[in-house]
């Protein structure tokens, strides 16, 4: 049962632009949102993350939402950067236990 | 700082072979410690999680094991390698479930 979920396996946008990536979740227990990227062949890198509690959190061009009403979180990258290419991976965790969603392949068109 | 290691970082291994993979944690205490596995071009499935020496909770059925013999060392184990192990294994570490933060992983290939 798949608790976290990425719909959107690919994701390309233009240098400059911003980026929206999506995460849906079942469960209403989660504590904690969170958001990694990775490169192939490398371990996941800690991007951002925001409690339940909280519907917005911030750092520098990485914002994530939550919609607690509609399970439902994103993460925005703005203005997006070549570097920015990788994929995206959402997590929600409970307890001692992470969740981790199937992942978005994001482009950043030069 | 906290660091995580893990090694090797590249393993090719023959079908009904042994394997253990190692990961240790510096610069934190009493951590919860995890293996995962990316099978190729799918997302990360949790195989264990401990939350204190000697502690394993296992997730899958699979012809792995775990084992935590000290307080920031976590070890993945398998008697009898088998095809469908292949794969990218991460080890990852935490605080409260809180954040959770990777190794650089270990590739393994099983012919």
């Known amino acids: 049962d798949q608790q976290v979920k990425q719909n959107s396996p690919s994701l390309s946008v233009q240098e400059g632009r911003i980026s929206i990536l999506n995460c849906d979740y079942t469960n209403s227990m989660f504590d904690y949102f969170l958001w990694y990227k990775k490169y192939p062949a490398e371990g996941p890198t800690f991007l951002i993350s925001?409690?339940?509690?909280?519907d917005k959190n911030e750092d520098g061009r990485f914002t994530v939402f939550l919609n607690k009403s509609a399970k439902h979180l994103s993460l925005h990258i703005v203005p997006s950067q070549p570097g920015d290419s990788a994929v995206y991976f959402c997590?929600?965790?409970?307890?001692?236990?992470?969740?981790f969603g199937t992942g978005t392949s994001l482009t950043v068109i030069p | 700082s906290q660091t995580i290691h893990q090694w090797p970082a590249t393993l090719v291994q023959p079908v009904g072979s042994p394997l253990s993979l190692e990961c240790t944690v510096e610069g934190t205490s009493n951590p919860n410690l995890y293996w995962y596995r990316q099978a190729a071009g799918r997302g990360l499935q949790l195989l264990f999680y401990s939350v204190g020496i000697g502690q394993i909770s296992s997730e899958v059925p699979q012809n792995l094991s775990a084992s935590r013999p000290q307080d920031r060392q976590f070890i993945l184990s398998s008697k009898k390698l088998l095809l469908s192990d292949s794969g990218f294994y991460l080890c990852?570490?935490?605080?409260?479930?809180?954040?959770?933060?990777f190794g650089p992983g270990t590739r393994l290939t099983v012919l």
């Open positions: 997590a929600a965790s409970t307890g001692n236990q992470f969740y």
């Open positions: 925001i409690s339940s509690i909280k």
């Open positions: 990852a570490w935490s605080v409260r479930g809180i954040t959770q933060y």
